[in-house]
């Protein structure tokens, strides 16, 4: 069984790389430390897979986040703290998993790549 952690970034704040990787970062960290440690421990068994996504908007970011959360997949929303680039407050990624990588293609499989 193979496990991973996707995360979602918003495309349209057009987000500098190195932003957009922090960011991903933090929802990476939020996402491990909200799941419970079993799963931790067979996502890291298992390469401790990290995928960065592109949506569209926070809307597409939302609906993302709510399918995720209807079949019971941990999710981690970040919200800026407004000091470099964007407005405080902007939400920017969502961190899905890490869960089973059956479990969250059902959900993000069509998505791209950033």
């Not at 190195?18 to 298992?46: F, Y």
């Not at 969250?104 to 499989?109: A, F, N, P």
Request: proline fraction near 3%; glycine fraction near 8%; aromatic fraction near 4%.
């Amino acid at each position: 069984m193979i496990y991973k952690l996707v995360i979602l970034v918003r495309e349209d704040l057009k987000l500098p790389k190195g932003k957009m990787s922090a960011q991903a970062g933090h929802a990476a960290v939020d996402a491990v430390l909200k799941s419970d440690k079993k799963t931790v421990e067979e996502w890291k068994k298992t390469g401790a897979g990290k995928i960065v996504l592109k949506v569209k908007d926070e809307k597409e970011l939302f609906k993302y986040k709510q399918m995720a959360e209807d079949n019971r997949l941990k999710t981690a929303l970040i919200t800026d703290a407004g000091h470099t680039v964007i407005e405080p407050g902007t939400i920017t990624c969502l961190g899905i998993g890490p869960d089973l990588s059956e479990k969250i293609d059902r959900i993000t499989g069509k998505l791209k790549m950033m």
